[in-house]
């Protein structure tokens, strides 16, 4: 059993007890109880540094079947355990609710012919997008899934979401036979640190992401733009400067640009880096602005989710970067839209 099963079946356990605890028609348990007693009874597993993001997916996969949250949209829930956003509650469907009935549509032929049974409402959502991308593609003339991209790449050129994938199951959903590979997708292993052109006469560059990582490495294959492309290792990158000080100064290497998300928790996460390169180590960081410049003409928008919320005036911090970049952040902001830097490269 995989590690977000595990913790799957755990909460799946809770909520059925507490919801029998009631009464026996009881449909609606409190999240937060259902959540401590899992995290009380697994105190050991939940001090593991990845146990927020397999509660997570746990938690996605939940709502794929007998249960839905209470409020439905995610930017209501409120964080309650290391950052992990829960709904006020849990409301129990199967049995219980009549299932909700919708008007069936037109599937595209590739995917009708992985639809096995009933949907679930979330499952028939995204697949609504994807059928929608399948006939997109299939009206201009252009291949399904071009090449091979990480899964987050995918998801953002089909469901207008980078994360949409993340808690995919391996099998795909519950009555969907679909993979990863189906779709030209895999998950990227973590990668080395750092990739060297051989050029310390041209800047390095660091980013968070990993298939942006692998992306850029590839972009400098083709055509060296950098003399090493280093990964940050996500919103941690900033405690990461005295590591890329060493390295710039093992590889001789002057300048460090840096690329990450266009929204305003990634222009808090490059600022911090900035200031503790510059106050530690002296190392003057800037925004690499072509790839910024690609990000915002490319415009692969999503919603901003919580993104948008960090208590910080990049408006007023964030002077030392580009202009372009400063008045785009302020358009993305005021329309309530982001730019995940996994859209710089896909097209």
């Known amino acids: 059993m995989s590690d977000v099963m595990r913790w799957l079946a755990r909460l799946e356990l809770s909520a059925n007890k507490h919801r029998l605890a009631a009464s026996k028609g009881a449909r609606t348990v409190k999240a937060k109880a259902v959540l401590d007693e899992v995290l009380q009874a697994h105190r050991q597993e939940a001090l593991n540094h990845n146990a927020p993001d397999l509660l997570r ?117 519950t009555h969907v036979s ?15 640190p750092y990739e060297s052109s051989g050029r310390p006469d041209l800047p390095a560059i660091i980013v968070e992401n990993s298939d942006v990582y692998y992306r850029l490495c590839q972009i400098n294959h083709d055509q060296t733009r950098w003399s090493l492309v280093i990964y940050g290792a996500g919103n941690k990158v900033s405690g990461q400067a005295e590591c890329v000080s ?28 900035r200031c503790k390169l510059l106050d530690v180590y002296s190392i003057k960081l800037q925004l690499d602005e072509w790839l910024y410049n690609e990000l915002i003409l490319n415009h692969l928008v999503t919603s901003e989710g919580n993104a948008n919320n960090e208590r910080f005036d990049f408006e007023l911090l964030c002077n030392w970067m580009p202009r372009f970049v400063i008045q785009e952040m302020k358009r993305l902001k005021t329309a309530h839209q982001r730019l995940p830097q996994e859209g710089v490269t896909v097209s």
Not at 124 to 153: D, I, M, Q, V, W
Not at 178 to 192: K, N, Q, S, V
Not at 256 to 271: E, M, P, S
């Open 178 to 192: 679909l993979t990863l590979a189906d779709m030209g997708a895999i998950r990227r292993a973590p990668p080395l």
């Open 246 to 273: 060493q390295l710039l100064d093992t590889e001789q290497v002057k300048q460090l640009l840096y690329f990450g998300d266009l929204d305003v928790a990634g222009l808090k996460i490059v600022h911090l880096l």
């Open 57 to 173: 997916q746990a938690i996605t996969q939940l709502l794929e079947g007998d249960w839905r949250a209470q409020p439905k949209r995610e930017t209501s829930w409120q964080v309650h355990w290391r950052g992990l956003s829960l709904p006020n509650a849990f409301v129990y469907e199967s049995a219980t609710a009549p299932a909700k009935i919708t008007p069936e549509i037109a599937w595209h032929p590739w995917l009708a012919a992985r639809i096995t049974g009933q949907l679930t409402a979330p499952v028939k959502k995204r697949l609504h997008l994807l059928n929608a991308y399948l006939f997109r593609r299939t009206r201009s003339g252009k291949p399904l899934f071009p090449g091979t991209l990480g899964h987050r790449e995918r998801a953002l050129l089909i469901f207008g979401d980078e994360k949409a994938l993340d808690s995919m199951p391996p099998n795909g959903w």
